[in-house]
């Protein structure tokens, strides 16, 4: 069935924190030993008035120091609640093209994989840029075309065919075209790929995730992901997953 990002990332987020977190936890069998929110920590402009967009649960701020003022936002009230664990963060449900800031009260705003739940991604850049300051920096992450793609291999295994996040058919938000269109609203843009793959040993933490996509599997369908797995893992000693995520940082500039 057709739906829009927003739709779909509502059913997914906005009652749960459970669907974030299987997704999170079969990422955690990444081969760089330096993990994502490591990674993204060093990249990230983390001094003034530090605003993140789409927070979700708030790992990054688990394990990334800060020393500048925290602002946290979220569509979802599930989220939030999370939000509020956040140490000194000032947490605000809203909506990311309608952000409750006036111009220029931000030095950094961050928006970690979130760009392409919306409907308008371009109106949430343009918003960026009007709350940050001249000189300010945003920081987007997004994925490629081909990230996760044998995940979405299994999808068809079990008759979703569109299983992993592929929100970017809807509104072509990727590592391939995201540059440009942050380009359209800020200076200096620069983009770094994430090197990483992940290797599963074990097909449960795969049959979480896709649980977490579509809800609980039928006997049929979990029986099929299973052999789909496993005959990967017997042959290769581990289900392998391809990951394409980038990192695009930019500049507010005087225009």
Known sequence: MTTTPSARAASQYATTTGNLTARMALHSYGTNPQGWFAWLGERLPLTGDVLEVGAGTGELWRQVGRRGRLSLTDFSPAMCARLREVAGARVLRCDATYLPF???AVDAVIANSMLYHLDDPDAALREFARVLRPGGRVAVAVNGRDHLVELNELGRVIGCPD??????DRNDVTAETTPARVAA?????TVER??????????EPILAYIASMIGPLT???????RAAIQ???????AFRV???TVLISAARGSR
Do not use: C, N, S, W
């Open 231 to 237: 005959a990967r893992i017997d042959a290769e000693g």
């Open 194 to 203: 994430y090197p990483d793959e992940l290797v599963v040993p074990a097909a």
């Open 102 to 104: 006036r111009a220029g």
């Open 185 to 189: 609203h800020f200076d200096d843009v």
């Open 163 to 168: 299983l992993t996040v592929r929100f970017y």
């Open 219 to 225: 006997a049929a369908q979990e029986a099929a992901a």
């Open 242 to 244: 391809r990951k394409h």
